[in-house]
């Protein structure tokens, strides 16, 4: 189907000159937080620098954010599983006097395209899920500490925490005043975590949602919205005890020092992204992005402190980091990219061995990080609102935590026989413990427990095929695989595929993939993913919102909005 | 704020000079479909009349739907429950040759308001979740026999089936072509249910939900998509030997003769409608409409054989079936609401009668029947997309099923004390086992459950209450209701409640609404309504679906749409 010529309005501008959002950065050049580790206390605090915005045309007032911010807040996390590991609790805290944090900035918001703001709240939502990661299976409890307003996606944060303290001042408040200010829902989770997490009863919930300036005091505490007030003069010292308490709780047992996460080697050119181990390859004519990972060229280290010496550059470390870094520059930067095909190139059976060091050295603190690591980067795979497709092709090396990939996929094609005048090994896959447990999706299961959850049979027999070489023929006898071609249909049939699957409307991909992806349980994750995100796209996307005389548009005018009344 | 001139496009008008869409109905008024029972197995033929559509402006070819096809087919379900207690098992067939049924009707979409199609889909929804829970909690198996194609809503109809057949002729497919063809997503849990029904691996479901033709034969056997593929010259008589099969399994044990659904009492006038129990006042200015119920003027019957005799006309079943109507005509006709006010008059101790004799008899059919009748009653409110507020004032009567009402509205207001020169009883709730059971919200849980996640024991304080006379500061400190003004705030206290909660855009409160209401675990259903239909309502607002250029407006016309090709 043809292309719009008014489809692709720019996005507004990026301040000082960038091309593209990136999501890299390092404590040394954080303009937005402070990170200071304290024995086993780490303390971030927001201070949001006005003029630091990541576009033009908005200033970042009163600790707003936006995505800049909060990639400066998910790089200080990962400084705080790798670089410190003795860090056993982490204060959030702001910077500013009288204010907590007013959220996500509106302004930035009303002027940002409708897939940057869908794609920013996605960030957001991860980010927040990773604060509860970095407790639940890191043992770095949070507590947020509220000496002022946390308004909006400044409350959200609060609630991404295990304890949240508020100021009792007679001022400082929380609130989620974005249904009645800005005709929205609170874009990172606040619905759900009010309801599921605080479990606060609905029509108190209800209240809280449609009170513009918020709840304080001890209302806040008996409705379970703050977990305790303190007032100003015990406030510093009530949050170190606080932190001293958690601290001892932590079942973090790691000592120091960490592995330092230097910067990722990697090229942009015109057509694609270079990086040490991983190559995304743009086709714009097709829009399909093709990200090719390569496997180990080393055998794994021979010990612990091997593995500390290699730090950032082990192997399975160095490929999460940059099939990470690929996936959220294609979502945030390649909006036409409607598909990303994954490749890779190497030897299976070293991609095993790898897997076997890290089994064997499960308990140690690093390596349980870079299992943790993988298994966020997997669920950023699966929440990517592109259509996904695993090429499985001979060569390859989908072993182990890179057999997730298919699994991870829309469609999974594999290669039967060989290639002819091609002396590569034929396509193979092999299974290894790290596909039966390490990584859940959000749904809380496996991808093969999710892709089998008509008959536990099928899982219990692919569970027993690990270790062995699984070709073609036997991967779709197993249901591993969606389809597999020889050469005589293969280039054909991906062709086709992927030309069929480009024609078809994005909006109703989005909407397809977000309903299948997701079998089986829903948990916390999933229900803001799933449905806290699609209410939020719907409503961003109506003139009640958007529009001339909608509530976005006409923010800080002094104009009121004007409303189609009508329900649906 | 200000209402927009604007905002009230007239809806397209209704065929044949109505007003108003009516959900009342009867077998011998369909147009569409016919009943037919034998012994215990029903037989359901969808035969839909082209020229019966409800609107003007399209023919209904190829048993394609729209709301007045489906509300027929609600209406048959209700009468297998009421009027054939001895029916097992309903077969679900087409009775045009080589096309069981196209799904609901293109132009009906495409002309359609989106409000209009938005709470079609909730209703076609709940008449499929009814055929599931007809099988579920009456025992009448449903049975789908499909002998030509099967496409979108028409497989969605199939998937609500116990068992799918479909002849195996080598033309007739099941298919959902909804993204494909029109750039949408299906809107009656398709892929809900082909995700987590039929547990459809996710990618068959991802090649099958995007192939406009449709999977046949073996394969949609294989694939999950079907239970069994049967020869043409078979079909009959496998349809029949199989529907003697699932009515030997039902539990269904009740005997003939059921009740009579005779007419309702009803009388539409400008400002509102008069039922024998139900009172629906609107105020059109405030955008607001009143639902008054009113209690039993009689005790309840002294035995079954009188309730037998009372039929439809007993309390509990009259209110439930006025209820029901009255919420519907204003979901679908009364798009301007914005909110649903919850009044009762009536002695308590006489709901609280009426619960006893329903407890004493629950194992009798029709009373279990009546106590079903209910549960969907009471989760169409749950899911109605109007915000709902109980006023429990004196000479109310919530007591029993009753007081679920408020506890399915956003907020509750509970008159404290006496209001001056009123010498009503003070207002009071009577919990009964009816609000700890027998109607699980979408969630699989109760209201009170629901409401009080957090804490158990809060639940338990309420179940330790039952039976009890339970005033307003009881009630307060129970957290059984939200505000307790007093007959000094009383007045302001809702008309300020009420003139804020409209001023609110109308799409957020569905947002908020739709994600506050459900807490706790997730199931089939309240997937379909969270998650599906919250990215359905999106995608049908978005240009690539409804814009000029878009799939919906261009669909039949020859012009491929065009797409804004950017991914969300």
């Not at 507004?12 to 200071?36: M, V």
């Not at 308004?151 to 609060?158: D, K, N, S, T, V």
């Not at 090396?397 to 829309?410: H, I, M, N, Q, V």
Request: with cysteine.
């Amino acid at each position: 189907m043809s292309q719009s010529p008014h489809a692709h309005a720019p996005e507004r501008p990026l301040a000082n000159g960038q091309t593209r959002i990136d999501f890299q950065t390092a404590p040394s050049r954080y303009r937005h937080w402070k990170l200071a580790v304290d024995g086993d206390v780490a303390t971030l605090v927001m201070d949001v620098d006005e003029r630091g915005g990541l576009f033009e045309g908005y200033d970042l007032k009163l600790n707003s954010y936006d995505l800049g911010v909060d990639i400066e807040l998910a790089d200080a996390l990962e400084r705080l599983r790798f670089e410190h590991p003795q860090v056993r609790v982490a204060v959030l805290r702001s910077g500013k006097p009288r204010v907590f944090c007013a959220g996500s900035n509106i302004r930035m918001l009303a002027g940002a395209s409708h897939a940057h703001k869908v794609n920013f709240c996605k960030f957001t939502n991860e980010t927040r899920n990773g604060i509860e990661d970095l407790s639940e299976n890191s043992g770095v409890a949070t507590i947020c500490a509220i000496n002022g307003a946390a308004a909006g996606g400044g409350y959200e944060l609060a609630l991404a925490a295990d304890h949240i303290m508020l100021v009792d001042d007679g001022s400082s408040t929380v609130a989620l005043p974005e249904l009645p200010l800005l005709a929205v829902l609170p874009g990172t989770g606040g619905h759900t975590r009010v309801a599921d997490k605080r479990k606060v009863r609905r029509d108190h919930a209800d209240v809280f949602c449609t009170t513009e300036e918020g709840i304080k005091g001890k209302r806040a505490v008996e409705w379970r919205l703050v977990d305790e007030v303190v007032p100003g003069s015990k406030f510093d010292q009530t949050v170190a005890a606080r932190a001293k308490e958690f601290a001892a709780k932590s079942r973090r047992d790691a000592q120091g020092p960490g592995i330092t996460l230097g910067p990722l080697t990697r090229g942009f050119t015109a057509s694609g992204v270079d990086y040490s181990l991983v190559s995304v390859a743009f086709d714009r004519a097709s829009r399909i992005a093709t990200i090719a990972l390569r496997g180990p060229e080393a055998p794994p280290p021979a010990s612990i402190d091997a593995l500390m010496a290699l730090g950032a550059e082990f192997w399975p470390l160095e490929l999460a980091r940059e099939l990470d870094d690929a996936i959220l520059n294609i979502r945030l930067n390649e909006f036409d990219v409607a598909a990303i095909v994954f490749k890779s190139a190497g030897d299976p059976a070293e991609v095993v061995a790898y897997e076997h060091f890290l089994d064997a050295n499960k308990d140690h603190w690093l390596v349980h990080e870079i299992r943790n690591y993988w298994k966020r980067v997997l669920k950023r795979v699966d929440l990517t609102s592109r259509s996904l497709v695993t090429l499985i092709e001979p060569g390859s090396c989908f072993a182990g935590t890179l057999a997730e990939l298919p699994f991870a996929s829309d469609r999974s094609y594999m290669f039967l026989g060989a290639r002819e005048g091609d002396n590569k090994p034929p396509a193979t896959l092999i299974l290894t413990d790290a596909n039966f447990g390490p990584y859940p999706m959000s749904n809380g299961l496996t991808r093969l427990a999710s892709r089998f959850l008509a008959d536990p049979a099928d899982l219990a027999a692919a569970q027993a095929e690990r270790e062995k070489t699984i070709d073609a023929a036997r991967a779709q006898e197993l249901g591993l695989v969606t389809f597999t071609p020889d050469d005589i249909d293969w280039d054909d049939e991906v062709r086709v595929f992927l030309e069929e699957r480009t024609s078809f409307s994005p909006d109703s991909l989005t909407g397809l993939e977000a309903n299948l992806r997701f079998a089986g349980p829903e948990t916390m994750e999933s229900k803001i993913f799933a449905r806290l995100s699609a209410w939020q796209n719907w409503i961003f996307q109506r003139p009640n919102a958007i529009g001339e005389e909608g509530a976005l548009k006409r923010y800080g005018t002094g104009q009121k909005p004007v409303f189609d009344t009508r329900r649906v």
